[in-house]
């Protein structure tokens, strides 16, 4: 708990990159316990939940999806991370199909 404190004070010093970086990282490994510790404490914001990996260009929601790890996919979601954002940014008009 006391590192993702520590990397929450990063992020708020200007190096989001690296909280993201973890993000992503802990949805494809499947800690969901990452994401239920001190969420009310420590929220992790839409920016961070939203920002794309480098390199790859997903998500913390790509991630987990990509792995397998339903029940993070679940977390993300209930934290508000957005499913229409695509891997290719200048599909503006990808719409997501109807269930």
């Known amino acids: ?34 994401f239920d510790d001190n969420i009310e404490a420590n929220p992790i914001t839409k920016d961070e939940l939203n920002e794309r990996e480098a390199g ?17 996919v679940d977390r993300l979601l209930r934290l508000g991370a957005d499913h229409t954002v695509t891997l290719n940014p200048k599909a503006q008009d990808v719409k997501p199909l109807d269930p």
């Open 1 to 34: 708990m006391w590192a993702r404190s520590l990397l929450l004070l990063c992020a708020a010093s200007g190096c989001l990159g690296v909280l993201a970086g973890v993000l992503h990282d802990k949805a494809r490994s499947g800690e969901t316990d990452f």
């Open 56 to 72: 790859s260009g997903q998500t913390p929601l790509m991630a987990a999806s990509l792995a397998g790890k339903h029940l993070v």
